[in-house]
């Protein structure tokens, strides 16, 4: 995940990196199926993948604990 992308996920509200995070994780299910069938010949695709979802994981947390402390 570039430096971008994470700035675009600190600007997302919970509801849409839920959603991020959901489509991420069906990603990374879909690509260690195909790579367990030999499919894919890059075995750092499912490594990067999971560091994506923990960034995200980790947005999600930063913005949720921003919104308690607002209220």
């Not at 994780?25 to 923990?54: F, P």
């Not at 999600?60 to 607002?70: D, P, R, S, V």
Request: glycine share 2%.
């Amino acid at each position: 995940m570039k430096k971008k992308e994470k700035e675009e996920l600190k600007a997302k509200n919970t509801s849409q990196l839920k959603e991020i995070l959901k489509e991420k994780e069906k990603g990374l299910i879909v690509d260690q199926i195909e790579l367990k069938m030999g499919k894919i010949k890059n075995v750092h695709i499912v490594h990067n993948k999971k560091k994506d979802i923990a960034t995200v994981k980790t947005m999600l947390k930063a913005a949720i604990f921003k919104e308690q402390q607002e209220k």
